[in-house]
């Protein structure tokens, strides 16, 4: 009997530390999806500006006889969400009247993950691959401890958050047009009686609510430019430090080129079939088009 008990609060405190602040997704323990009614996300852009996205859960819907709940961006429904029992999180878009995976929180290392880029039209969406190559653990403002994984394209991505540029940046489906770089610097719930709870805050974050505070990271990033883009022959690169590593790999993760350079770089890239790719600098991804 004492064998049993015991192995009932053991099933029990381990779906507890599973509890997540937005998506309650995993294989061993049915949560609620999105337990947030609220949240904002504020995103440093430039030094005198920040990017603000406020997003709310309005209810549930059932579209093609499926349940979701939908969600909306600064007021505006943008879609609905659903989750299922093996960790995987659907959102529907609205504007392409399709269900679209928006993150699979089953993660091992070499797993290959996809997403899409809902900036195109619905008949040239393009699909990208990445693969966990790295899972670490992150200590949120509460206290809990959650995975956090990178990937080989430097996408960085907190299990129950999100992508650390925004819940639905790898989507392109953000609202916030960055002057210089996107970076998700806060992640507040707002609850009912006004008071503000940091769930998620950069580690290089000084304030949440203030951009110039926090020029340390801009100089990092402002930097970082490449042009002509499109580009036919040689992309010419602008970078932060006298030593960074790039890598251009297709849209299905294939790495296709690999070195070390200074501040300045031109890239022979006439070999390269017409398409997308991706130039990941320093851990940090873009997209150039080949012509």
């Given at each position: ?5 015991s ?125 966990i ?15 956090y ?7 960085k ?12 940046r ?20 707002t ?7 940091i ?12 951009c ?12 970082i ?10 992309l010419?690169?602008t ?24 501040f ?9 079939q ?9 851990g940090?991804?873009?997209?150039f088009?080949?012509?």
């Open positions: 009997m004492l064998n049993k008990l192995l009932i609060i053991m099933k029990k405190s381990f779906c507890l530390l599973y509890i997540f602040v937005f998506i309650n997704q995993f294989s061993f323990c049915q949560n609620e999806i999105l337990k947030m009614d609220t949240w904002t996300e504020y995103s440093l852009c430039s030094e005198s500006r920040c990017g603000v996205e406020k997003y709310r859960i309005d209810g549930d819907t059932t579209i093609n006889d499926i349940e979701y709940r939908k969600i909306s961006i600064n007021g505006n429904v943008e879609g609905a969400v659903r989750e299922t029992m093996d960790s995987l999180v659907y959102f529907y878009s609205i504007g392409y009247k399709q269900e679209f995976l928006l993150y699979d929180f089953s993660w091992n290392i070499g797993k290959q993950i996809k997403s899409v880029d809902l900036s195109g039209e619905i008949d040239k969406l393009e699909y990208v691959y990445a693969t190559d790295k899972i670490d653990t992150i200590v949120l403002e509460n206290g809990e401890k959650r995975p994984i990178t990937t080989t394209l430097g996408t991505c907190i299990q129950g958050i999100g992508d650390t540029e925004g819940f639905f790898h989507m392109d489906l953000s609202r916030v047009d960055c002057e210089i770089a996107h970076k998700l610097w806060c992640v507040i719930d609850k009912i009686n006004g008071e503000d709870i769930i998620y805050k950069d580690e290089q974050c000084n304030d949440c609510y203030s110039s505070d926090n020029l340390a990271v801009l100089e990092s990033n402002k930097a430019s490449l042009s002509p883009n499109p580009v036919k022959d040689k010419t690169l970078l932060p430090t006298d030593n960074n590593e790039i890598k251009i790999l297709d849209l299905q993760g294939k790495l296709l080129l690999q070195q070390n350079v200074g300045s770089a031109e890239i022979n890239v006439s070999m390269l017409t398409g997308t790719y991706v130039l990941v600098v320093n940090e991804s873009y997209k088009v080949k012509e």
